[in-house]
């Protein structure tokens, strides 16, 4: 058969894989590619039902789109996940913006506490932000899921962008799809959004969503971050690495030669210090265990994949071994889990926090 090609995104398509770009269902190109007019899943729905499916790049193709995207004169939109920062930092992307302006959105406020302010996290996200080196010029926090302040964000996006293309960018499981089409659907109500470029044989890697002013927003396809504790769990077990509801913190009692294992997918120990309170901020669900740091190694190897999981039995082979993070805390301290939550520690400790090889561990003046 030869090659076919999205007349919306100008993709090669393919009928393999859902979740790659020019992804068609067999049946569909088998009833349309006499027609010639074949559209990718992604641009069918978007062209029919104004919903943006994410799709995932490797990471090689993503630095080659981001050269692209330093390339031109435009407004750069990084979608962050708030809850997971460093796991949805795109790396490198200070250098690939070049000169073109940067708005920092950091998605899903409502999961945080409704005792963390705004403010504080606003200005937890520049400080972040600039040790990435990025100089945001402004930062927005929304929630896509929930619609939360989606006009301000479309406001805020039209007054940076100064008339130029807007490039909406972020890593997998940001939330960024969702948060277009939240975008999609205040800007145009019930009008039908299409897709616009019809370049055959050339792989755009984006979605163009045009602007009233002739300019477009591009949507692009979000890259895998391989420090997302998501990247090693299966999708049915994403729900413990995404939380959809507001995070209810629980506090637990503990002495020193404690331990709390988060399901099988981290672990705190309390090494030294007086007994105090430790509060975990983590998705409500996810199982926790409380045992002695004595017999915690053999708890572990006893219980992962069942007492203690995700990760389940069969996701074993390829699940990270757990590496060990010693800290001193001398201060109201938050240690953060990147992709899975933190632990508040209010006063003088020496812990160990152990995450998944790959995943990072740090330590951040306490948001609560």
């Not at 859902?18 to 007019?37: A, F, Q, R, V």
Request: a positive charge; one cysteine or more.
């Amino acid at each position: 058969m030869k090659k076919l090609y999205c007349i919306g995104c100008g993709c090669k398509i393919q009928t393999t894989d859902k979740d790659k770009i020019g992804y068609t269902p067999i049946s569909t190109l088998e009833k349309n590619h006499e027609m010639g007019d074949i559209y990718c899943q992604r641009c069918f729905r978007l062209r029919h039902y104004n919903d943006i499916q994410d799709v995932y790049l490797s990471d090689d193709d993503f630095l080659r789109f981001l050269h692209d995207v330093g390339e031109s004169n435009a407004l750069i939109v990084n979608v962050i996940d708030i809850f997971d920062f460093n796991g949805s930092v795109i790396p490198g992307l200070s250098r690939f913006v070049a000169n073109n302006d940067i708005l920092l959105v950091g998605n899903k406020k409502d999961i945080l506490p409704k005792s963390v302010k705004d403010f504080k996290v606003t200005q937890w996200l520049l400080e972040r932000a600039h040790e990435e080196g990025l100089r945001p010029k402004d930062i927005v926090l929304t929630s896509a899921q929930n619609r939360q302040t989606i006009k301000e964000l479309i406001q805020k996006i039209d007054l940076l962008r100064k008339g130029r293309d807007v490039y909406v960018v972020g890593v997998t499981n940001v939330g960024k799809s969702t948060l277009i089409n939240a975008i999609i659907q205040e800007i145009t109500g019930n009008k039908n959004v299409i897709t616009t470029s019809r370049f055959p044989g050339t792989t755009l890697d984006k979605i163009e969503i045009p602007l009233e002013d002739g300019h477009y927003l591009f949507d692009t396809p979000g890259v895998i971050h391989r420090h997302q504790m998501a990247h090693y769990l299966s999708k049915k077990d994403l729900m413990y690495v995404n939380p959809k509801k507001e995070i209810k913190p629980k506090t637990y009692q503990l002495n020193k030669g404690q331990t709390i294992f988060m399901a099988g997918l981290a672990r705190f120990d309390f090494i030294e210090g007086n007994k105090q309170g430790f509060t975990i901020f983590v998705e409500n669900t996810l199982p926790l265990h409380r045992t002695k740091l004595e017999g915690a190694d053999g708890f572990y190897k006893k219980h992962l994949g069942k007492l203690l999981n995700p990760p389940k039995v069969d996701q074993l082979e390829t699940f990270p071994n757990l590496i060990k993070h010693e800290f001193d805390i001398i201060d109201k301290t938050d240690i953060v889990f990147a992709g899975l939550g933190w632990i508040r520690i209010k006063e003088k400790a020496r812990i160990a926090a152990w995450a998944p090889e790959g995943v990072s561990v740090i330590l951040r003046k306490a948001i609560v």
